[in-house]
């Protein structure tokens, strides 16, 4: 009768501890024939207990750790929070005005000679495209360009709330009216792919929405379901994405930009300057602060070897970057 006593106890822990009756029963079968001998009431309450413990372990969920970045990111990926869930458009240089777009992308917030800087009209359509680029020319800019919703230059000026609010100004600051936010680099994240574009100009709609761009307020509502990002053609077809999608993005320092076809043309791309021997605190003044605490290179021009006109679909380097 006390055997049998015992052996409720044990069945009423096992199944304390989410296992089955008949496997604990099995494992303390096991226990016996490899001991070969009967159990005191103390050995078997023991037992017991250990084996109630051990399937209380297998049932909580293994500790996740968190690894650093990829160093080929370098340093400043993780300086700037992620904008969850924004409603991005496409647009492109050279786009004419229409209902939604009122004004014509010949010409950007900081650059009135947009479109023959660029090299021509950045055709968003998919059969004058080609790995990323206009069919018709080499573009003389970088491709790969996006706008966001402010602008810290206004008449001329500088705008007073820009010292408080841009968290690179007083590192990039030279002088009153000159713009701390053309060429900065952003992440933007889709469907599992992640791509880098250099901030050329100022929308979707608004240039004063500095709380959103910079701080934790959502994008206002729109003609376009409440956009908060405009991306190139180039960007677009990195991502796959169709019009009004959604997407995640961030600002990241350059040192932090991995190796992709955003590297590879333009006159204002940080790492063709880095190319080319260029200063950039000259030629890419908003790019040229070093991260504090670098050590070595802190920023190395595209490792990549293969121009993207010389492969079918360009250079396909995404880090999943989440």
């Known amino acids: 009768m006390a055997r049998r006593f015992h052996f409720l106890i044990f069945a009423f822990l096992a199944l304390f501890a989410g296992i089955s009756l008949c496997g604990v029963a099995a494992s303390a079968a096991d226990e016996k024939d490899k001991s070969s ?17 051990k399937a209380i372990e297998s049932t909580r969920v293994p500790r996740v750790e968190t690894k650093a970045p990829p160093s080929s990111l370098g340093q400043g990926f993780n300086r700037y ?32 000679n947009w479109a023959r800087n660029f090299g021509g009209y950045d055709n968003p ?15 003389r800019q970088n491709p790969f360009y996006c706008a966001l919703p402010y602008n810290d230059v206004t008449r001329g000026s500088t705008k ?35 791509c880098f574009a250099q ?40 991502l796959g994405l169709d019009q009004n999608q959604i997407c995640d993005w961030k600002f990241v320092d350059a040192a932090a930009v991995p190796d992709g076809p955003w ?6 791309n940080t790492f063709c300057l880095l190319r080319q021997g260029k200063d950039l605190k000259i030629y890419d003044p908003n790019n040229a602060h070093r991260p504090p605490s670098g050590s070595g290179s802190w920023l190395k021009p595209s490792l990549m070897g293969t121009p993207l006109k010389t492969s079918p679909v360009g250079a396909r380097v995404s880090p999943q970057l989440k």
């Open 37 to 53: 001998s009967t159990y005191s009431e103390k050995e078997f309450e023991a037992m017991a207990l250990k084996l109630r413990q």
């Open 263 to 268: 590297k590879n043309y333009g006159a204002n």
């Open 81 to 112: 929070p992620w904008k969850r869930d924004v409603v991005t458009t496409v647009f492109w240089i050279g786009e004419r005005p229409t209902a939604h777009n009122p004004v014509p992308n010949n010409k950007s917030t900081w650059d009135a």
């Open 199 to 238: 901030w050329e100009d100022c929308g979707p709609f608004r240039t004063d929405h500095s709380s959103y761009v910079f701080g934790p307020d959502r994008p206002r509502p729109n003609l376009n379901h409440g956009a908060g990002l405009d991306i190139s053609p180039a960007t677009r077809d990195y």
């Open 160 to 194: 007073q709330d820009a010292r408080r609010i841009i968290p690179w100004f007083k590192d990039v600051f030279i002088k009153p009216g000159q713009s701390v936010l053309k060429g900065r680099w952003i992440a933007i994240h889709h469907g599992g792919r992640t």
């Open 125 to 139: 359509s998919p059969s004058a495209r080609q790995n990323f680029l206009p069919k018709a020319f080499t573009p």
